[in-house]
């Protein structure tokens, strides 16, 4: 995506903000900013939260089909419950920042969370991403990796961070 000038969107530099949130009490810190600059920008506004099947209920899947495991482990069922968890807490969100007057939507993004973040900023055409960062540095980042981390190399566009405070 080319780089906008700003300049010449006149007032509504911010037309269309993209929010990470994982449903964690630590990301939800930034649902603050969101509102004001939505609000003062007349902002669209796309709530995004990522999904990938947990590896341990994909080991287990691919151990039982090895012999003498026992039944084969079908992961659809455990895979569609855990979509249909994600779902609840990005519609509860939106449903409360458009109440209080947020042009909002949300959207499931399956996949690497980091990955998934930036093409979806691209794809929808986004003008900034908002999103909090937990402040792991070091080992922590090495160990855990960071979706943060990730946005920030590869996105193409502004990103506001707000450190989230525990």
């Known amino acids: 995506m080319a780089q906008r000038d700003f300049r010449t969107l006149g007032s509504q530099p911010y037309a269309r903000i993209i929010v990470p949130l994982d449903g964690s ?10 509102r004001t600059l939505a609000k003062a920008f007349d902002s669209r ?7 990938a099947p947990p590896a341990s209920l994909l080991a287990a899947s691919a151990a039982s089909t090895m012999p003498g495991h026992g039944p084969v ?23 409360r920042l458009r109440k ?3 042009h909002c939507s ?3 993004l399956d996949g690497s969370a980091g990955e998934k973040i930036v093409a979806e900023a691209a794809s929808w055409e986004a003008d ?4 909090t960062t937990h402040g792991r540095g070091g080992l922590g980042r090495l160990l ?17 961070l707000v450190r989230a405070t525990a």
């Open 106 to 108: 949300w959207r499931r």
């Open 73 to 95: 482990l079908d992961p659809a069922p455990y895979v569609a419950a855990q979509k249909d968890e994600a779902d609840l807490y990005p519609t509860q969100t939106a449903d």
């Open 25 to 34: 009490a630590l990301a939800e810190q930034i649902l603050p900013h969101v």
């Open 144 to 160: 855990l990796g960071s979706v943060t981390d990730y946005v920030v190399r590869h996105a193409t566009i502004p990103i506001l």
């Open 128 to 131: 900034l991403i908002l999103m």
């Open 45 to 51: 506004v796309e709530l995004v939260r990522a999904y």
């Open 100 to 102: 209080e007057g947020v």
